[in-house]
């Protein structure tokens, strides 16, 4: 698509963006796109759909951002976001697109929209390796240039991930170049080297990016320089020049030893020793040289009675370098007439002529040396052969055999000193054959300490293993001998008990399975001691970290969560927060709940944990859900559930007014006899409220003047609906009595009412009563706490008011025709119309058994 797509995208949400291209209307793609940078906090926020669409807005996309519905804000979630894992390497040039889909406006356009995620400089340059190197011939040219494999790596973007290289501590002698925007890095030569002067170079090799805080990373360069054979032998100063030999020397005596030395290192600075052509037959004859050390010896017996002289030239030679020359010249002088002895007497402990002395001791003094014989030979002396940490000082005519430094018995165990006889005649040195050979032994102490093979041991276990299980064996040597190198192990003793070593083979063990999510690290130090007096120690850290299995399960806060939420709240209002933990890491503790059981409206969010509704809930309708949870880990290869219960009550709120019942319409009327006592019940309001609680409580109020409410003979109870006489009624209180009553709930804070008229005729008429027009009420509208000061009620006249009139006058005149005759029939008929009127009263208010078993009355 030419842009960075994120590479964690699951079929399941391309499949679920598929359907919706097919059922929605359209898809309004177009210059809508938003951008954010990577890392922000939970909250920041991304822009809003709100500047190109209408409302209502709904996210279907909610990995990396969720929206706000009554706004279209877009802010970022609880999962950060990474650019770099986001978007593949190969991308890191282009734009990080994350594709985004959306309902809008009520006609429901589903929209595609991108949001880019913006680079910050988060990553800090890194070299595959710590340390880099190189070799340079000592005899390159200034201005060479080598080739450094090992580029800094940035996984930023951009200016972020641009890295630029310099070096430090190079001391002038190197510098950089860097070629194709840092894809090519050369080291180049700025002065001559030279092996012989200095045969390595350290430097530090800086990977900088260019981000506006700047991140670095180091390499350290190692350059060695290499030998090349630009250095020629040359003899030592100690070469001798003059030997002298007696006349009877023996076959393969040591003559002298010619040294010569060259700079150069390996091949370049091999030495080969060889006598040069001129040398005379007899020299030939008589002397060989040892090409690799320089000896020169007796290649037969001598049996010379005179004198001779002669003259070896050695030639050293070397590639490519003309030969370096020395002349020695041997003088055989007669045999003696009585040889030398050399008489030792020894100062420290021996056996058999072997000295025993311990390893460490300062420059000792080892035996007493005397030479006897020949008084010819009064000018002789004794010396060392070779080279050996001994030395023989003359002393009183005597000499003294010690030590020249401490002895080693790990570097070597046995010492020979021979000893040989120097004697002189003039200037010239002869070597007379007498010679005593010494045998020394260096006996070992505990002067070295175990050494692991490894200073720390990296150990990866899966939990839940076999109580008995072999980790690993640590090994320790010891270049002592005998007790003094004998090794055991052992534990720190703050070590964890379930953790044993084999203190003679140093294999760890541990007795116990391993619980990662108790401990997922343990550090061990083993100790290895050695047998010595007193006895040496040293130690090893061993690291072992403890790999996860799925063992547990997802465990819910509590098994029982218990919710409450208002009715007709809109959809997807939260419900509450679902806890649920799992102590595995990774994917073996990666949740995911799921509704079951149950069909109501309710669906969980998984990235947040919450419990949210789908549609708008009714309590009058149901008032309280069951549900259960089920939690599910990603575990392989068997994942692990549990799960709980969700009681989640409806909250009722004031959203059903009372229903009145009784009386059951407003031109309804009831006709009470003068003759009823006061504080009777004339009759009954019934009304009901579909809320519950406070929203359900109802009162009954007469709304009127207070003029007009002190001077009705009717009262009605606030709680009971009752309307009762307050008082005996009188020739005044005859005729029709309109009652408006508001019937009010106790919802807070506004209550909700219904209002009703209750007609009342004050008559001794037995007849039926009936209005043909409901009242009218004529005051105020705000009947919830106001009390109306208009009058209770008025009845629109029927005819104008000069009909009235005549009707008034025609009744009137009717009235007097009639007087007599109800005159006397009023005795008669009184108990009777008495009678009548109290059946009627009762029959008007009787409300059926199954009605008041229905509507709950407080009488």
């Known amino acids: 698509m030419g842009h960075g797509t994120p590479h964690n995208m699951n079929w399941t949400g391309l499949l679920q963006n598929l359907l919706l291209l097919v059922h929605l209307r359209q898809i309004i793609c177009g210059s809508v796109q938003f951008s954010v940078p990577e890392e922000q906090e939970p909250g920041t926020l991304a822009g809003s759909l709100s500047e190109h669409f209408l409302p209502p807005y709904q996210l279907l996309t909610q990995d990396y951002l969720w929206l706000d519905r009554s706004t279209g804000n877009l802010y970022t979630t609880e999962l950060k976001i990474d650019r770099e894992i986001l978007c593949p390497e190969e991308t890191k040039a282009e734009e990080c697109i994350i594709l985004h889909y959306a309902i809008v406006s009520s006609s429901g356009e589903l929209i595609q929209f991108p949001v880019i995620i913006e680079d910050v400089n988060d990553n800090a340059p890194h070299f595959e390796n710590n340390e880099i190197h190189l070799r340079i011939s000592e005899d390159v040219v200034v201005g060479t240039s080598f080739l450094i494999d090992d580029q800094a790596l940035d996984s930023d973007a951009g200016p972020n991930g641009e890295v630029h290289y310099h070096l430090e501590d190079s001391g002038g002698v190197f510098s950089l170049k860097v070629e194709d925007e840092g894809l090519v890095i050369m080291l180049v030569v700025q002065a001559a080297l030279d092996r012989e002067t200095q045969?390595?170079?350290?430097?530090?090799?800086?990977?900088?990016?260019?981000?506006?805080?700047?991140?670095?990373?180091?390499?350290?360069?190692?350059?060695?320089?290499?030998?090349?054979?630009?250095n020629c032998p040359n003899f030592s100063s100690d070469s001798p020049r003059n030997v002298t030999i007696p006349g009877d020397a023996q076959k393969n005596m040591f003559v002298a030893q010619v040294r010569a030395t060259d700079s150069d290192l390996g091949l370049n600075a091999a030495i080969t020793y060889s006598l040069s052509p001129k040398v005379s037959e007899r020299a030939k004859k008589l002397f060989s040289l040892d090409s690799l050390t320089g000896y020169i010896r007796l290649t037969q017996d001598l049996r010379s009675d005179n004198s001779e002289e002669l003259v070896l030239k050695v030639l050293a030679s070397s590639h490519h370098c003309p030969p370096a020359d020395i002349q020695v010249t041997v003088s055989v002088l007669p045999k003696a007439n009585k040889e030398l002895t050399i008489k030792i007497k020894f100062i420290v402990d021996h056996h058999n002529q072997t000295l025993v002395l311990p390893e460490n001791q300062p420059p000792t003094g080892l035996a007493v040396l005397e030479l006897e014989g020949d008084s010819s030979f009064k000018g002789s002396s004794l010396a060392i052969e070779g080279e050996?940490?001994?030395?023989?000082?003359?002393?009183?005519?005597?000499?003294?055999?010690?030590?020249?430094?401490?002895?080693?018995?790990?570097?070597?165990?046995?010492?020979?000193?021979?000893?040989?006889?120097?004697?002189?005649?003039?200037?010239?040195?002869?070597?007379?054959?007498?010679?005593?050979?010494?045998?020394?032994?260096?006996?070992?102490?505990?002067?070295?300490?175990?050494?692991?093979?490894?200073?720390h041991y990296l150990l990866d276990v899966m939990e839940n293993n076999q109580p008995g299980m072999s980790l690993l064996q640590v090994s320790a040597s010891d270049a002592d001998s005998a007790h003094n190198g004998r090794v055991t192990y052992r534990l720190d003793k703050h070590t964890s008990t379930i953790f044993y070593i084999d203190?003679?083979?140093?294999?760890?063990?541990?007795?116990?399975?391993?619980?990662?999510?108790?401990?997922?690290?343990?550090?061990?130090?083993?100790?290895?001691?050695?047998?010595?007096?007193?006895?040496?120690?040293?130690?090893?850290?061993?690291?072992?970290?403890?790999?996860?299995?799925?063992?547990?399960?997802?465990?819910?806060k509590t098994p029982h969560f218990i919710f409450f939420i208002s009715e007709n709240v809109p959809p997807f209002t939260l419900v509450g927060r679902v806890g649920v933990t799992d102590s595995d890491e990774g994917e073996n503790g990666n949740t995911v709940l799921h509704v079951v059981n149950s069909s109501g409206p309710f669906v969980v969010d998984n990235p947040q944990g919450t419990l949210h509704t789908t549609t708008n809930l009714d309590r009058e309708t149901q008032d309280s859900y069951e549900l259960y949870l089920l939690a599910s880990d990603h575990g392989h290869p068997v994942n692990?559930?549990?799960?709980?219960?969700?009681?989640?009550?409806?909250?009722?709120?004031?959203?059903?007014?009372?229903?009145?019942?009784?009386?059951?319409?407003?031109?309804?009327?009831?006709?009470?006899?003068?003759?009823?006592?006061?504080?009777?019940?004339?009759?009954?309001?019934?009304?009901?409220?579909?809320?519950?609680?406070?929203?359900?409580?109802?009162?009954?109020?007469i709304v009127a003047?207070?003029?007009?409410?002190?001077?009705?003979?009717?009262?009605?109870?606030?709680?009971?609906?009752?309307?009762?006489?307050?008082q005996r009624l009188l020739q005044t209180h005859l005729g029709m009595h309109h009652l408006f009553i508001?019937?009010?709930?106790?919802?807070?804070?506004?209550?909700?009412?219904?209002?009703?008229?209750?007609?009342?005729?004050?008559?001794?008429?037995?007849?039926?009563?009936?209005?043909?027009?409901?009242p009218t009420w004529t005051g105020t509208t705000n009947l919830v706490q106001t009390p109306s000061r208009a009058p209770i009620c008025e009845i629109e006249a029927p005819r104008s008011a000069q009909l009235t009139l005549?009707?008034?006058?025609?009744?009137?005149?009717?009235?007097?025709?009639?007087?007599?005759?109800?005159?006397?029939?009023?005795?008669?008929?009184?108990?009777?119309?008495?009678?009548?009127?109290?059946?009627?009263q009762i029959d008007e208010n009787e409300i059926p058994l199954r009605g008041r078993d229905k509507y709950n009355s407080n009488d």
Not at 207 to 229: F, I, Q, R
Not at 708 to 723: E, H
Not at 806 to 827: D, H, K, Q
């Open 806 to 840: 005549l009707a008034g006058m025609g009744l009137m005149l009717a009235s007097t025709c009639l007087f007599l005759v109800t005159s006397v029939l009023y005795i008669k008929q009184r108990r009777l119309s008495v009678r009548q009127k109290t059946r009627g």
């Open 388 to 455: 050996v940490p001994f030395t023989l000082n003359p002393q009183n005519g005597k000499y003294l055999l010690s030590t020249s430094k401490p002895l080693d018995y790990e570097m070597k165990r046995e010492h020979h000193i021979t000893v040989i006889v120097h004697g002189r005649s003039g200037e010239v040195s002869t070597i007379i054959p007498s010679r005593h050979t010494i045998r020394v032994l260096v006996a070992d102490v505990n002067d070295n300490s175990p050494r692991f093979l490894q200073s």
């Open 705 to 726: 003047p207070e003029s007009v409410k002190n001077s009705s003979p009717f009262q009605v109870d606030s709680r009971s609906g009752n309307i009762t006489l307050t």
């Open 199 to 230: 045969d390595q170079y350290r430097m530090a090799l800086v990977a900088t990016d260019c981000g506006t805080e700047h991140l670095s990373a180091t390499a350290t360069l190692k350059v060695t320089v290499t030998d090349v054979n630009d």
């Open 640 to 701: 692990f559930t549990s799960t709980a219960r969700v009681t989640i009550f409806v909250e009722d709120i004031n959203d059903n007014q009372p229903k009145v019942i009784f009386p059951s319409s407003n031109s309804s009327c009831l006709t009470v006899s003068p003759t009823a006592t006061a504080g009777s019940m004339v009759t009954k309001i019934y009304a009901i409220d579909e809320d519950s609680g406070l929203n359900s409580e109802i009162t009954y109020t």
């Open 503 to 556: 203190r003679v083979s140093g294999q760890l063990s541990v007795s116990d399975s391993l619980d990662r999510e108790e401990q997922s690290e343990h550090k061990l130090i083993v100790f290895a001691r050695d047998g010595g007096s007193p006895p040496l120690e040293s130690a090893t850290t061993v690291s072992i970290c403890v790999l996860d299995q799925n063992d547990n399960a997802p465990v819910f």
């Open 742 to 774: 508001v019937v009010r709930d106790g919802g807070k804070p506004i209550p909700l009412f219904s209002t009703v008229w209750v007609n009342l005729l004050v008559n001794e008429s037995t007849e039926p009563c009936h209005l043909e027009r409901a």
